[in-house]
């Protein structure tokens, strides 16, 4: 099932043959401008997936920061990953526990995403994403897309609702 425009943001997935049922195994990625983020053959668990996606539509709409959208790729990139990841102190730490920087952080914390970051920050007009696939990568794997505003909160909506009804679905099932 692909939710969205592959070549704008997507999410494509599809539930294992042998599924698990509540555990909902299954293959699941982002698409970014045509670029696949995620280890969709890997696989994972679809059903903490859509937990994952439960939370970060709490911040739809929440994602507009006019000072991070106009920073270059690499230095908003840089901060958000900065002060989330902390692996080096950030002079944005501070600043980033207040405005609640983690609602910028928009991939699932699943095993399949293990080596990708992707953060979205909005303006009034329209959506950012900041993302790199692979950590190996460095400064020279940090791409950058530009979407419409609310393509990405419509997307997880839907996913997060097709998700939720199998899971409802294999709830009624256990005895």
Same mark, same amino acid.
């Given at each position: 099932m692909i939710i969205g425009d592959k070549s704008e943001f997507a999410i494509e997935y599809e539930l294992a043959s042998d599924y698990g049922g509540v555990w909902m195994f299954g293959g699941i990625c982002y698409f970014i401008k045509g670029k696949q983020i995620g280890d969709y053959e890997l696989g994972t668990s679809l059903r903490d997936v859509m937990f994952h996606l439960h939370n970060m539509i709490r911040d739809n709409g929440?994602?507009?920061?006019?000072?991070?959208?106009?920073?270059?790729?690499?230095?908003?990139?840089?901060?958000?990953?900065?002060?989330?990841?902390?692996?080096?102190?950030?002079?944005?730490?501070? $600043?980033? =526990?207040? &405005?609640?920087?983690?609602r910028f952080d %928009? *991939?699932? #914390?699943?095993? @399949?995403?293990?080596?990708?970051? $992707?953060? =979205?920050? &909005?303006?009034?007009?329209?959506?950012? %994403? *900041?993302? #790199?696939?692979? @950590?190996?990568?460095?400064?020279?794997g940090i791409n950058e897309a530009y979407i419409n505003k609310g393509e990405f909160d419509r997307v997880i909506c839907e996913t997060y609702k097709q998700l939720d009804n199998i899971y409802d679905l294999e709830l009624m099932k256990q005895p």
């Open positions: 929440k994602r507009i920061h006019e000072e991070l959208f106009h920073l270059s790729k690499f230095e908003l990139f840089n901060r958000l990953n900065d002060v989330l990841y902390g692996y080096k102190d950030s002079e944005y730490e501070e $600043v980033g =526990l207040q &405005e609640m920087w983690a %928009i *991939v699932p #914390r699943v095993d @399949i995403f293990d080596e990708s970051k $992707v953060f =979205l920050v &909005e303006d009034k007009n329209q959506s950012r %994403i *900041v993302f #790199r696939e692979g @950590i190996s990568q460095g400064l020279r």
